[in-house]
């Protein structure tokens, strides 16, 4: 009973690396989300899937880029890391109206030096 | 997405006591949720709500979706060690497309 699986768990980065963030459900979700989280701002929407085969822009999208590879997977790309891309991210997935709540993985703490 | 005005910020409880947060927005909200962050991990869904007045408990935990339609409360009664952690609420709008918005959340931790 997985859920919601993410990795990696941690990652340090020198400004200007590249790097994918995976997400896998295992829950048949149709809509699945990347979130980032920083203190004192809750949670910020970078992209969302509403279904397989579409992406569309959160709140925060800048310097992102998402890849819907198929139902169950939804991953986050940094293309040239950036100090202020240190944050936790977090995927979540939801049934296609949300209005159940998402899932959300375990995060993944990013640094970028 | 939606701004949600979460309070308080961050609170210290005493075991055994009873706590409460609340949320508000000005816009009208159709769904309400309450989350619970552990130190590590990522939120929990705790209490849904789906309508105006509706009154839901979860053991300890007891939440409303306001009369309003603009703002939710999270109570806790009393209080154990472990119920410190980051509480979230969020909700969905009529034209949300889906989407949730979060508050910024409330800290809660043991008073020593």
């Known amino acids: 009973n997985a859920g919601v699986t993410q990795t990696p768990k941690f990652q340090v980065l020198k400004t200007g690396q590249s790097m994918t963030l995976q997400c896998a459900q295992d829950m048949n979700h149709n809509s699945m989300y990347w979130y980032r989280q920083d203190p004192g701002m809750g949670l910020r929407l970078i992209y969302y899937s509403a279904s397989e085969g579409t992406t569309d822009k959160g709140e925060v999208p800048n310097g992102y880029n998402v890849s819907r590879l198929n139902k169950r997977e939804f991953s986050l790309r940094l293309e040239s890391a950036a100090p202020s891309q240190t944050s936790v991210y977090f995927c979540?997935?939801?049934?296609?109206?949300?209005?159940?709540?998402?899932?959300f993985g375990s995060g993944t703490r990013l640094t970028v030096v | 997405g939606q701004q949600l005005n979460q309070s308080p910020q961050s609170m210290f409880i005493q075991e055994g006591e009873d706590v409460s947060m609340n949320c508000t927005s000005s816009s009208i909200f159709n769904t309400w949720l309450w989350y619970k962050q552990d130190p590590g991990e990522g939120p929990v869904l705790l209490i849904a709500?789906?309508?105006?007045?509706e009154l839901t408990s979860n053991g300890r935990l007891t939440a409303q979706f306001g009369i309003t339609r603009k703002d939710s409360f999270l109570n806790i009664s009393a209080s154990i060690p472990s119920d410190v952690g980051i509480y979230f609420c969020a909700g969905q709008t009529p034209l949300s497309d889906y989407k949730l918005s979060f508050g910024a959340g409330t800290t809660v931790t043991v008073r020593a």
């Open positions: 979540a997935s939801s049934e296609r109206t949300g209005e159940d709540g998402y899932t």
């Open positions: 709500l789906y309508k105006a007045g």
